[in-house]
């Protein structure tokens, strides 16, 4: 029987400062819950799950994190409309920047679909490193964990003053994704490189910009003013990694 202190407890996870103060995230669903608890690196603090979904996973049954709940329970600290089976609380890993492979820098990524659609594409392109400015939202919130789909286990998302992160990398090459740019299909790249995709209205801020000399763009053919961030992402990085 869930207490009224620990539905209270999960419900506080829905803010930022909690989630910071507690190293905590919530996920939602079997796939995403599933997917996160088969990830070695990955570490389950509870999992609420209705009867029928242990029976259908006896290996975790007994685990100090099982917990059992109702369908009442769980839609008391569900954060959807329709709660799904299962809600799990994981402990944030503890990331740092590694330069190596293919990067995403994202600047000012305010929208939170946009943002865990954008994690879930690096997933599936192999990008295993997001680097994010720090008035981009926030990548442990319960709309961009869900909209991962579990990508937010594989990608790391790290946030950092981009401006001092470019200053600091000289020779690495940054492609700023632009309205005005060399055509993504004539464009000359070094792998790996980073991808440099600006804020949903307004683009890259000008002070970053200025530190950037690789542009690109998506040619236009119709009459649509701009592409969303998560959309021009999966395109470019469609061309650019192979």
């Given at each position: 029987m869930m207490t009224k202190n620990q539905a209270k407890y999960i419900q506080s996870l829905s803010?930022?400062?909690?989630?910071?103060?507690?190293?905590?995230?919530?996920?939602?669903?079997?796939?995403?819950?599933?997917?996160?608890?088969?990830?070695?690196?990955?570490?389950?603090?509870?999992?609420?799950?209705?009867?029928?979904?242990?029976?259908?996973?006896?290996?975790?049954?007994?685990?100090?994190?099982?917990?059992?709940?109702?369908?009442?329970?769980?839609e008391r600290i569900s954060f959807l409309k329709t709660p799904n089976q299962v809600l799990g609380v994981f402990e944030k890993p503890d990331l740092e920047i590694v330069p190596g492979g293919w990067q995403i820098l994202l600047d000012g990524i305010q929208d939170p679909g946009n943002l865990g659609t954008i994690i879930r594409i690096a997933d599936w392109?192999?990008?295993?490193?997001?680097?994010?400015?720090?008035?981009?939202?926030?990548?442990?919130?319960?709309?961009?964990?869900?909209?991962t789909m579990a990508s937010i286990g594989r990608v790391e998302i790290?946030?950092?003053?981009?401006?001092?992160?470019?200053?600091?990398?000289?020779?690495?090459?940054?492609?700023?994704?632009?309205?005005?740019?060399t055509p993504i299909r004539e464009a000359k790249v070094h792998p790996p490189a980073a991808l440099v995709i600006g804020n949903e209205s307004r683009g890259i801020r000008p002070d970053l910009r200025v530190l950037l000399h690789h542009f690109v763009t998506i040619p236009r053919i119709g009459s649509a003013e701009s592409l969303n961030a998560a959309v021009a992402t999966g395109i470019i990085l469609s061309e650019l990694v192979g």
């Open positions: 803010h930022k400062k909690f989630r910071d103060e507690e190293g905590l995230f919530i996920a939602e669903g079997p796939k995403t819950v599933e997917e996160l608890i088969a990830l070695p690196h990955m570490k389950p603090r509870l999992v609420y799950g209705l009867e029928g979904w242990w029976l259908l996973h006896t290996e975790w049954q007994g685990k100090p994190w099982a917990q059992t709940c109702d369908s009442a329970e769980l392109f192999g990008i295993q490193q997001i680097i994010c400015s720090e008035d981009c939202a926030d990548a442990f919130n319960p709309k961009v964990v869900q909209s790290v946030y950092t003053d981009l401006i001092a992160y470019v200053k600091s990398h000289p020779h690495r090459d940054f492609i700023a994704a632009t309205l005005e740019g």
